[in-house]
C-alpha cells in the first residue's frame, strides 16, 4: 500500500496556508508552535537554574519542571494541552501534532492537533495504515525508531513512497499532484514517542519561517520524552489501572531525577534541594566533596545536620523569586567542627528552595594572610627602621657629647638593625621569585658537616647568652647535592627559628646523619614546643607560631615556607616533630653526592 501523507490546509483571513500533518499519514506530517508568551510557571525556573550553575543545571531544572507540569493532570487531552504549552515558547513552529501508533493493527492515528493559532479535532484526520517500507517521513521515524529533521520539506516530500494530501477543517481529503509539494514548509522535525523501547506514537513539528537547529531538536526531544510518559500515565489512570499508572509515574520521575542528577553532577558548584520542610531532596557530588558528606547521609535529613547553625545561615541567603540574577553572599559554615567559608546563591523552584555553593575557604584565608602579612612586613620594616633612623640623629647632633663606647654601640645598633631589614628583604624577593618558579639552583658537591660547623661558628658570636649553639657532625660521609649557598640559607633559617622559641635560653644542637639514600640534618631545641595541631600549617607561606592564641615573636612567616621550597626544589623532603613544652626537631635531607 503507498504511504499517505496528510496535508492541512488552513485557511485564515489573510491567505490560506497550508501545513503539512502528521497524524492522518502513516509518512508523518507536523506542525510547528506560532512563538507567543513564555510559560507562566516555568520561565523563573529556566532563568534562576541558569544563574545558579549555567546552561546544565537550567536544562535539568527545566526538565524537572515540565515533568512536573505534565504530570499534574491525569486528563490526556490536558497533558497534550501542557505539552504545547511547553513547546510554545521552546521551540518555534506554525503547528504540532501527536500520532499514536498501534503495533497490533498498523494504524496511525490522530491525537491532537493545533495548526496556526487553531486546535483542531483530532476525529477528521482518518487513521491510515504504516508503510513498514519507511516510506515518507512519518513511517520511516515509527519502522527506525530514530527521530527525523528535515530542513528541506519540499524536497523531502518529492522522494518516492508517498502520497500527499489536502485536508481541510471538516476532513475533506485532496490528493496533491506529484511534483506539487506542500506549501509554505520549510522545516520539519518528528520525533518517536516510545514506551519500552517500542514506538507507540509520532510527534510532528513544521516550521514555515527558518530551519531547526540542534539545540530546538535536543530540547524537544526532552519534552517529547516527557509527554510521552505522562500520557501514559493518563491513559492508564483513564482506563482504571492505578497501580500500572502508579508505575509509569515513577518510572517517569525516576528518568527525569535520573537526568538531572547527571547534569547536576557534573557541575563545579556544590547544589542542593531543600523542600518546603527543610529536608533535604537532592546533593550533588561537588557537595559531598566539599562537605565530606555522602548523599545517602544527608538524603531526607534537616540541613541542620549538615550545617551547624543552619537557621541563622539560612536568614542571610537572599532567595531569588523572579527571573533576576540572584545574589551570592559570602558566609562562615561549620561542617564537623570545621570553619568553611562558602559562598551561596538560592533560588526558589516549585519543589522548594534550590542552593548553590562554592567553596572560597582557601581564597579567604589566602586574602586574610596577605592582608595579615602586609601588616607583618610593614611593623618588621617600622622598628628597625626607628632605631635606625635614632641612632643616626642620636650621632650627628652636636648638642650632646658621646663616648667612644656608646658611639660603638649605636653604629652597632645600626649595623644590626639594617642586618635585620636586609634579611626582610630578602625573605620576600625570594618567596615571591619561587613563586614565579624564577630561582635558579646550583647542583653541586656540598659537606653537609663542614657547613653545620662553619654556620654554627659564625652564629654563635651574634646569640643571647642564654642559648648554648653546637654542631654535632659526622667527619665523614656528609657531602649531599645541592645549592651551597641556598643550603645554608635553611640551615640559617632552622637555627634563627629555634632560638626565636626559646625564649628561656637552653641548648640548640645541630647534627648531620646518614639516612637511606641521603644525609640529614637536625635542628633541635628545648623550647616551647609546636602543638600537633599547628604541625601541618608551619612550612605554609605567612604562618607565624603562637603561644596562648598570639605571636610568639615578630615574624613575616615566611622563614619556613622559604625552607620547605628551597629543600623540595633540590630533592630533598623537610619535617619536624615536637611536643609543647619540650621542644621541637626539625631534619632536612638531601641527596647523598
Same mark, same amino acid.
Given at each position: ?40 510557571? *516555568? ?18 531544572? *527545566?526538565? *524537572? ?47 491532537? $492537533? ?124 483513564? $482506563? ?150 635614632? $641612632? ?41 621569585? *619561587? ?95 609546636? $602543638? ?62
Amino acid at each position: 500500500m503507498s504511504v499517505v501523507h496528510i496535508h492541512v490546509q488552513i485557511r485564515s483571513s489573510a491567505a490560506a496556508a497550508r501545513i503539512p500533518s502528521t497524524c492522518s499519514g502513516p509518512s508523518g506530517s507536523s506542525v510547528t508552535i506560532r512563538p507567543s508568551s513564555r510559560w507562566a510557571r *516555568l520561565s523563573n525556573i529556566t532563568g534562576m537554574m541558569m544563574d545558579v550553575s549555567r546552561k546544565p543545571a537550567e536544562k535539568a531544572e *527545566l526538565l *524537572l519542571a515540565a515533568a512536573r507540569y505534565l504530570n499534574e493532570t491525569l486528563d490526556p487531552e490536558r497533558v497534550y494541552d501542557r505539552f504545547h504549552e511547553l513547546l510554545r515558547d521552546a521551540v518555534p513552529h506554525a503547528g504540532v501534532v501527536v500520532s499514536s501508533f498501534d503495533a497490533d493493527s498498523g494504524l496511525i492515528s490522530c491525537e491532537y $492537533a493545533w495548526v496556526d493559532g487553531e486546535k483542531l479535532d483530532p476525529a477528521i484526520f482518518p487513521s491510515l495504515p504504516l508503510n513498514r517500507e519507511g516510506g515518507g517521513m512519518q513511517s520511516r521515524v515509527i519502522t527506525s525508531g530514530e527521530p527525523l529533521l528535515v530542513n528541506d520539506v519540499h524536497e523531502q516530500v518529492k522522494q518516492p513512497g508517498g502520497v500527499y494530501y489536502d485536508v481541510d477543517r471538516e476532513g475533506r481529503m485532496r490528493k496533491l499532484p506529484d511534483d506539487e509539494g506542500p506549501p509554505g514548509v520549510r522545516a520539519a522535525m518528528l520525533l518517536p514517542v516510545k514506551h519500552e523501547g517500542a514506538v507507540v506514537g509520532v510527534v510532528q513539528l513544521m516550521n514555515a519561517d527558518s530551519e531547526y537547529d540542534d539545540e530546538q531538536f535536543e530540547l524537544a526531544e526532552g519534552l517529547v520524552g516527557l509527554m510521552g510518559a505522562a500520557a501514559r500515565n493518563a491513559r492508564l489512570h483513564e $482506563a482504571g489501572q492505578v497501580e500500572a499508572a502508579a508505575r509509569a509515574r515513577a518510572e517517569a520521575t525516576a528518568a527525569e531525577r535520573e537526568h538531572a542528577a547527571r547534569v547536576l553532577d557534573a557541575v563545579g558548584d556544590g547544589v542542593f534541594l531543600l523542600d518546603d520542610e527543610g529536608l533535604v531532596r537532592f546533593w550533588n557530588h561537588a557537595a559531598e566533596l566539599v562537605t565530606h558528606r555522602a548523599g545517602d547521609q544527608v538524603w531526607g535529613r534537616p540541613a541542620a545536620e549538615t550545617f551547624a547553625d543552619w537557621r541563622r545561615i539560612e536568614e542571610q541567603i537572599p532567595v531569588s523569586l523572579g527571573p533576576a540574577a540572584p545574589r551570592p553572599v559570602t558566609l562562615p559554615v561549620e561542617v564537623d567542627g570545621q570553619e568553611l567559608w562558602l559562598s551561596f546563591v538560592a533560588v526558589r523552584s516549585p519543589s522548594g528552595v534550590v542552593y548553590a555553593f562554592r567553596d572560597l575557604t582557601v581564597e579567604r584565608r589566602l586574602d586574610e594572610a596577605k592582608s595579615e602579612f602586609v601588616a607583618t612586613v610593614s611593623h618588621e620594616l617600622r622598628t628597625p627602621m626607628t632605631s635606625v633612623i635614632g $641612632a643616626a640623629k642620636t650621632l650627628m647632633r652636636d648638642d650632646i657629647e658621646l663616648s667612644d663606647e656608646r658611639r660603638r654601640q649605636l653604629l652597632e645598633m645600626i649595623g644590626a638593625q639594617g642586618t635585620r631589614l636586609t634579611k626582610i628583604a630578602e625573605d620576600v624577593l625570594i618567596a615571591s621569585r *619561587l613563586d614565579r618558579d624564577e630561582l635558579r639552583l646550583e647542583r653541586d658537591r656540598v659537606d653537609l658537616g663542614e657547613l653545620v660547623r662553619e654556620s654554627v661558628e659564625t652564629m654563635s658570636e651574634h646569640l643571647p647568652e642564654s642559648i648554648s649553639l653546637v654542631a654535632r657532625t659526622d667527619t665523614n660521609g656528609t657531602a649531599a647535592l645541592g645549592d651551597r649557598s641556598r643550603i645554608e640559607q635553611v640551615l640559617v633559617n632552622l637555627i634563627d627559628n629555634a632560638v626565636k622559641y626559646s625564649p628561656g635560653g637552653g641548648e640548640v644542637a645541630v647534627s648531620t646523619s646518614l639516612s637511606d639514600g641521603g644525609v640529614r640534618v637536625e635542628v633541635r631545641d628545648s623550647g616551647i614546643g609546636i $602543638a600537633p595541631a599547628e604541625q601541618g600549617s608551619i612550612f605554609e607561606k605567612f604562618y607565624r607560631g603562637e603561644l596562648h592564641g598570639q605571636p610568639v615573636r615578630a615574624g613575616t612567616g615566611l622563614g619556613l615556607y622559604i625552607c620547605r621550597e628551597l629543600v623540595g626544589r633540590m630533592g630533598g623532603s623537610i619535617g619536624v616533630s615536637s611536643e609543647p613544652g619540650t621542644g621541637s626537631t626539625f631534619y632536612f635531607e638531601l641527596p647523598k653526592a
